[in-house]
């Protein structure tokens, strides 16, 4: 795998961890202040016979929390949906990890296929700063309303790993900002290799003329001259996998092929010379 792939994909598995704890966070928060500014009413009523609330459950218990800081005039309407929406990043997470991570994968016909799965769970990279702003209005909103403080020490327990995160993301987004102009760059120069035109290649000596594979994939004699020929022409193995539409691993074995044969100085053949090679008519073929 490209080392761009790989920072990017260990960029994202760190940030994804905050986003997990942030959401948590925001969750228990949303509860816990509704709990307790209850508790702290209650203990100030008069009436000493009222019973403590049923236990309900935990995703009742978030709803209901929502819906009395919105009645209380804490968060507003809008507010509160952007929070559950954070919060479900955290399941998306969790439940759909395979799908959050599958545009970083090299194959091309995994990243083909996700052009068939539009309700797919995607990676949010703004959602870890939108969790902690939702965290400090929270906060700020708490203390407008003169609402009942909470003091935990989760948010101490996870401080030296969180810090330790944050430094590595950084390092990371360095790096891949640096891989990301020397991916544009290469790019660039491939592109520049990808014409054929005034070359002989073109027509029947087309590099994806088919005649120049077998149905297994492989080239044919005429293929692989046809591939010498690119690299006659000064044309890179990356350029050459493009052209040919194989694999970089294969335009470099073929590379070294061509390279024992000579190199530049080895024999050419003529195209015309090279026989075809006569294919087995397949049924999927003629459908």
């Given at each position: ?32 202040t509704?709990d ?9 009523s ?23 800081l ?28 395979d ?8 194959d091309?016909w ?12 995607q990676?949010?990279?703004e959602a870890l700063?939108?969790l ?7 906060e700020?909103?708490?203390i ?39 991916r544009?760059d ?7 290799e990808l ?10 000596f087309?590099?994806?003329w088919p005649?120049n594979r ?12 046809i ?12 350029a ?9 691993v294969?335009?470099r ?7 024992e ?6 024999v050419?053949?003529n ?7 006569r ?9």
């Open positions: 795998m490209p080392e761009l792939e790989r920072c990017m994909i260990r960029h994202r598995a760190l940030e994804m961890i905050l986003v997990i704890y942030h959401a948590e966070e925001l969750k228990r928060s949303v509860v816990e509704v307790t500014q209850k508790r702290w009413k209650l203990s100030r008069d009436d000493e016979a009222t019973e403590p609330a049923p236990e309900v459950p935990e995703r009742k218990r978030v709803q209901r929390a929502f819906d009395w919105v009645k209380e005039g804490v968060l507003t309407a809008d507010e509160r949906r952007e929070m559950v929406k954070l919060i479900g990043r955290r399941n998306s997470i969790a439940h759909h990890l799908q959050v991570t599958a545009d970083l994968n090299p091309s995994v990243r083909d296929h996700l052009a068939f799965m539009p309700d797919r769970q990676y949010d990279y700063d939108r902690k702003a939702m965290r400090r209005l929270l700020q909103r708490k407008a309303k003169h609402y009942v403080g909470v003091i935990s020490m989760r948010g101490l327990f996870f401080e030296a790993t969180e810090r330790v995160l944050r430094d590595d993301l950084k390092r990371l987004d360095r790096r891949i900002r640096k891989l990301v102009h020397k544009i290469a790019i660039a120069a491939v592109n520049s014409s054929l035109e005034g070359s002989e290649l073109v027509g029947i087309d590099p994806r005649d077998h149905h297994s994939g492989c080239l044919t004699p005429r293929g692989v001259e591939c010498y020929r690119l690299f006659d022409m000064g044309k890179s193995a990356m050459v996998a493009h052209i040919m539409e194989f694999s970089l294969a335009a074995a073929r590379e070294k092929q061509w390279r044969l000579g190199g530049n100085n080895r050419v053949k195209l015309q010379d090279i026989p075809l090679v294919k087995r008519l397949r049924y999927e073929d003629m459908r």
